[in-house]
């Protein structure tokens, strides 16, 4: 009689094929503070701001007291702003969270598939052998994993540095799109204050207006058109404040703000133009080397071009399984129980019949060209982008120094004149407030070339790093986003 069984030499050989996944990759994915590294270096290096991981609660408490001591009752600016948004926008911390999964997915996908264990137990021996007639036990090892382990490897590198840049990608577009809410909020109260003081000539006005009336020097058509500028304007105010509130809660949701966090201030006015900005020849080369997009479209590239070495490696070998054990032999022939063990390996693949593969390769051989042909889309874009932002930076400057320097002074004169011309009766209210409504056109198309000029720089960053996905300001009527008293701050 005979027993056989095959046992555990095939563990030993399972776990030294896993062995060669890198202990230094795995540390890698399982630490969250090793993985937002290279996050949290871009936002210095690019934005020169902090960037917070907040995966427990005593970090997101800390956060919201430091976020607090930076907002309330605080007038910010916008560096300000953007670093509050980058500490407290919930939707760049799910970004930041997400690159957790993608750490975790790439750890899961470098280790190698666990053995499978099988125990055979056959009928029950009574001749004393022992309790079984059979045992069999075999542990079998998927081969075809441990040879694209190296491959497998790269992909899971690849991928996991993608989610990297992606989240990179996520800190410059909240930067970006906080700087423009911030521009838009301040534009629309300085633009406002500039309709309260226009308002208040036109009251004046409207109240002379109606003494001439009662004395008779002016009819009721010439009073109708003096009251009619200060209704005007008492419209365009109710407009501007409706807009001021609208762009100051973009600004808010941008930052994360909520409950007391939200009595904050912005200021009456933007920033002055600067004397003179630099213009940047280079720019080209410039997004080329820096966007964060084209980074991430090489490594999907790279990725492609293993994948397909892959494919054309294990065309003819889809399922190959290594079966490893040992058999033990007993045999009882009267005079005693003998044993001996033989060593057993069985490999397990597919044969090729129907399935030679190469569909498997003619994809992946597409899969190359469709992401060679999108990095190179991509980078004719880049270029076009950064020439177009660099173009709207230097042109905005040069526009609003115009009006800055030529056209307010010339409407700054004419009101003066004007206004000492009535004093002397020689100018009637009528082109007082002609004059009047000029300059108060004049200083709006101003403020939003400003305006215009601040959103173009804030592009410009977009252009060369990254993160333009939320679109540039529109730079349209500024009348038409602004609001406030134009009293302190907003």
Request: aromatic residues 6%; charged residues 20%; glycine residues 8%.
């Amino acid at each position: 009689m005979r027993v056989s069984r095959k046992s555990g030499l095939a563990l030993s050989v399972a776990l030294l094929i896993s062995a060669c996944t890198s202990p230094q990759q795995v540390a890698k994915f399982a630490d969250p503070k090793a993985a937002f590294a290279p996050v949290s270096d871009s936002g210095r290096k690019v934005l020169g701001k902090d960037t917070a991981l907040l995966m427990d609660v005593p970090a997101i408490e800390a956060n919201a007291k430091r976020v607090h001591a930076m907002v309330q009752g605080k007038t910010l600016d916008a560096d300000t702003a953007v670093q509050v948004a980058l500490l407290n926008n919930r939707g760049l911390q799910a970004a930041y969270a997400q690159l957790g999964v993608s750490s975790a997915e790439a750890w899961q996908s470098v280790m190698m598939p666990n053995p499978v264990v099988s125990i055979g137990v056959l009928g029950i021996n009574a001749d004393g052998v022992g309790a079984f007639r059979s045992i069999e036990g075999v542990i079998a090892n998927n081969l075809l994993a441990a040879f694209t382990q190296e491959g497998r490897s790269h992909a899971a590198d690849v991928k996991f540095r993608q989610a990297q840049l992606t989240a990179v990608e996520k800190t410059l577009s909240v930067a970006v799109d906080t700087r423009r809410a911030w521009v838009d909020a301040v534009a629309a109260f300085e633009a406002a204050g500039l309709i309260r003081e226009a308002q208040g000539t036109a009251d004046a006005a409207s109240e002379l207006a109606a003494r001439l009336g009662d004395t008779g020097y002016l009819n009721k058509a010439d009073q109708a058109r003096e009251h009619a500028f200060y209704a005007e304007l008492t419209g365009q105010r109710a407009q501007a404040k409706l807009a001021a509130t609208l762009a100051k809660e973009a600004l808010t949701r941008q930052m994360g703000l909520w409950g007391q966090d939200v009595t904050y201030f912005v200021p009456n006015a933007l920033p002055r133009l600067p004397g003179q900005v630099k213009s940047r020849p280079h720019i080209e080369r410039d997004a080329l080397k820096s966007r964060v997009d084209l980074a991430i479209a090489r490594l999907d590239l790279d990725s492609m071009a293993k994948a397909r070495g892959m494919t054309e490696a294990t065309r003819y070998v889809t399922d190959l399984e290594l079966v490893v054990g040992a058999e033990l032999e007993r045999e009882n022939d009267g005079g005693g129980i003998e044993t001996k063990t033989t060593p057993q390996v069985e490999l397990d693949f597919a044969i090729p019949i129907f399935d030679s593969g190469k569909a498997r390769l003619k994809r992946a051989e597409a899969a190359y060209m469709l992401a060679a042909h999108q990095l190179a889309e991509r980078a004719v874009n880049v270029r076009s982008e950064a020439r177009a932002a660099h173009a709207s930076y230097l042109g905005t400057h040069q526009i609003a120094r115009h009006y800055r320097n030529a056209v307010l002074p010339l409407r700054q004169t004419i009101e003066e004149e004007a206004l000492l011309s009535y004093n002397g009766m020689i100018t009637n209210t009528f082109e007082l407030l002609a004059d009047t409504r000029a300059r108060l056109n004049s200083n709006l198309t101003e403020a939003s070339a400003r305006r215009d000029f601040w959103q173009a720089e804030a592009n410009l960053v977009a252009a060369v790093h990254g993160g333009g996905g939320g679109g540039a300001g529109s730079g349209g009527d500024t009348q038409a986003s602004v609001a406030g008293d134009g009293s302190g701050g907003h």
